[in-house]
């Protein structure tokens, strides 16, 4: 079974489950510390019943900063990662770097991602643009070969921060395709 696990996030991911079209790990900085406090560029979004606000936004960008050593490792950024960013929106250099994060409100936590691959880019590889090295031509003139699409071409996501007793509360989600 080949486990897809974004390419940026993969030196930082441990417990890894898989479980058919999801992949859910938990984060650790390259120290191997668990403990993260969350910074977002964004809106908070309270939904009725659920405990945490969620971080959304068309420009979104979160960042695990390791509550230790300060080490950022960024979990999402809405104009880099996922379906939407490689093939559908485009951004400006603006839109890219003039975001400045913001302190989710929550202690240093432990965090435990999930990343959903509903497409099957193997499937479907006569639907995309290719370069003469085989490569996929992306919405933002760049290239990428087909494994860092099936690991960086996610159509969805939700973060957590687990609780004392293993629970886990999200504070983040999207649908992306």
């Known amino acids: 079974m080949n486990i897809s696990i974004p ?56 960042v695990a900063k390791d509550s230790e050593t ?14 939407n960013a490689l093939f559908c929106d485009e951004y400006t ?25 509903n497409i099957d880019y193997d499937e479907e590889v006569d639907d995309y643009r290719s370069d003469d090295h085989g490569n996929v031509l992306l919405i933002s003139g760049q290239t990428a070969d087909w494994e860092t699409i099936k690991c960086n071409g996610y159509d969805a996501f939700a973060f957590y921060v687990k ?3 293993g629970t886990l509360l999200a504070f983040a989600q999207e649908e992306l395709a």
């Open 7 to 62: 390419t940026y996030l993969q030196s930082f991911a441990e417990n890894i489950q898989q479980e058919d079209v999801e992949t859910q790990f938990q984060l650790h900085s390259s120290t191997g510390n668990r403990q993260f406090e969350i910074w977002f560029y964004g809106d908070l979004l309270t939904i009725e019943d659920e405990p945490l606000p969620f971080i959304t936004g068309e420009h979104a960008r979160i």
């Open 70 to 83: 300060t080490e950022e490792i960024l979990l999402f950024d809405a104009t880099l990662h996922g379906y």
């Open 93 to 117: 250099e603006d839109q890219r770097v003039n975001r400045p994060l913001k302190k989710y409100n929550m202690p240093a936590t432990e965090i435990v991602v999930s990343f959903f691959y």
């Open 163 to 165: 609780k004392e007793v």
